[in-house]
């Protein structure tokens, strides 16, 4: 008992020291947001998500493709016109693209500089021959497919699976950093509550305590029945039994309350807003019709990954058909100059045009896949919907237990005051020596417990006004990205 009250008075003793240090909802939700490991966790999975959205984009960014070789050969061979050491520096460079509609193009340039040394039986015909000698041949190609992946479907599907999928992964990521915001909100409303009950309790164990000491002086003295002294007596156990779970749920509350900011220590030095000013400050305009929620978003994505995912399968059925043309200049010269400008004239150029066919010979398991896919596709729209209902429903739910809470609100606060003013009454009635102190002090309970039993419901309703906030998070980002 002891220990319980020298805590109590040491707590109320802080008092004034806690006041100077007052700390908002707001200034709290900025500590979660820079302090808060879960928070910080959540916040960059939503970052990362959102990059690698972007993953696929690289299959339409153009490939540069740059090479260099040098040859020195001297292998010995059994022609004897050929050379027996050859010197040849070969340079390329070439630019691919797949074009969104399909086609794949490729704009290229090769040099090559070859200088030999004729075998000495015919060094008298060297004039014959250019050494060195240059060759020069810039290219233009394309493929188009023509059945399978035609007009880019497959490789469009194939983009989208995956951005459909990372866009699935923002929204649920998004959705879970909300909720931590949630979380921490109700760990501020809850360790309010928990203090405000704390005082209660405390000032209800002080009352009870001293109307004890009154009721054992008068029993000592022949004013009282000792039964008097043992209801006193009962009443102080139990007060000071509320007080000692008060301390306990208060404890608790302030390490939940601490774990959200990132803070080891169990103590929480700063005072918080009371509730009925957070609820008078927290003014939230909440539409009729459910919001388009996070995890719905989610749903749809990943319905539009299986479509995806469905159409790249499905393209496997069809034969490849791939019509190919190209272009080649071709220069030769002993000088670079020479080759470079009749390969780029209209003089020996080599014209390619061609056609080439796949079949894949198991159509049937490319079938069956496409069918598995197809599947998977059916199944995310039946979740979508199911979503959709639960989204409608919960919302509906949340704004009856509003309407609910608004009512009980009411009903509490009127309790309050009815209960206030009847310990009040009595407190004049006790002055007039009309009543006794046991039962102001009864009444000044039943004024207490109404006290309690409306700030849990204000604890209630700041809890779903915080609730409709999360699920309508990702309604209107802000400037920096984050939802509001």
């Known amino acids: 008992m ?17 006041k100077a240090q007052s700390l908002s909802l707001s200034d709290y939700l900025n500590q979660v947001k820079i302090q808060g490991s879960d928070y910080q966790s959540r916040a960059a999975a ?15 960014s153009p490939l540069l493709t740059a090479s260099y070789n040098h040859l020195d050969d001297t292998e010995q061979l059994a022609n004897p016109l050929t050379q027996p050491h ?33 075998n ?16 020069v041949a810039p290219v233009v ?4 497919p023509l059945f399978k992946d035609f007009g880019g479907a497959q490789t469009q599907a194939g983009v989208k699976k995956v951005q459909y999928e990372f866009q699935s992964l923002v929204n ?23 203090r405000q009950a704390l005082a209660i309790r405390q000032d209800t164990l002080d009352r009870t305590q001293k109307i004890w000491d009154w009721t054992k002086k008068r029993v000592a003295r022949n004013l009282a029945d000792p039964p008097d002294a043992l209801q006193a007596e009962a009443s102080v156990r139990l007060a000071a039994l509320d007080l000692d779970m008060a301390q306990q749920q208060e404890r608790s509350a302030r390490l939940a309350f601490n774990r959200y900011r990132g803070a080891q220590a169990d103590a929480v030095p700063e005072q918080l807003e009371d509730l009925q000013g957070s609820l008078d400050g927290l003014k939230q305009e909440l539409p009729a019709d459910s919001p388009e929620r996070l995890d719905l978003k989610q749903a749809e994505a990943n319905v539009s990954q299986q479509k995806a995912a469905y159409d790249e399968a499905h393209q496997n059925v069809y034969p490849d058909i791939t019509a190919t043309a190209s272009w080649r200049g071709n220069g030769f010269d002993p000088t670079f100059g020479g080759a470079n ?15 080439q066919f796949n079949l894949p010979l198991d159509v049937f ?28 429903q919960d919302w509906k739910d949340l704004m009856d237990k509003l309407s609910d809470v608004n009512q009980r609100l009411d009903m509490t606060a009127q309790i309050e005051s009815i209960q206030k003013n009847k310990a009040d009454q009595e407190k004049q009635r006790l002055e007039f020596g009309r009543t006794t102190e046991f039962q102001l002090l009864s009444f000044e309970n039943d004024y207490n417990a109404a006290r309690l039993n409306h700030l849990s419901v204000i604890a209630e309703k700041l809890s779903l006004l915080a609730k409709a906030q999360w699920w309508m998070a990702g309604q209107t980002p802000d400037a920096s990205g984050e939802t509001k």
């Open 86 to 118: 050859t010197l040849a520096d070969t340079a390329g460079v070439s630019i691919t693209a797949l074009l969104p509609f399909g086609p794949k193009l490729t704009v290229g340039y090769v040099m090559q500089n070859t200088n030999y040394t004729l």
């Open 365 to 392: 398991t490319a079938a069956q896949v496409a069918d598995g896919f197809e599947k998977n596709y059916e199944s995310a729209q039946m979740a979508l919907k199911d979503k959709q209902l639960q989204v409608a």
């Open 341 to 355: 400008s009749t390969a780029f004239s209209t003089s020996y150029p080599t014209y390619n045009l061609g056609a």
């Open 172 to 194: 649920n990521a998004v959705y879970l950093r909300e909720e931590e915001l949630y979380d921490a909100k109700v760990a501020y409303w809850n360790l309010a509550l928990a």
């Open 46 to 60: 939503v970052t990362a998500y959102e990059k690698q959205t972007h993953e696929q984009d690289l299959i339409y």
């Open 2 to 18: 002891r220990r319980r009250l020298f805590f109590a008075l040491a707590f109320l003793s802080l008092a004034p020291a806690v």
């Open 120 to 135: 000495p039986l015919f060094a008298s015909a060297s004039a014959l021959f250019p050494n060195p000698y240059y060759q």
């Open 141 to 144: 190609s394309l493929s188009v």
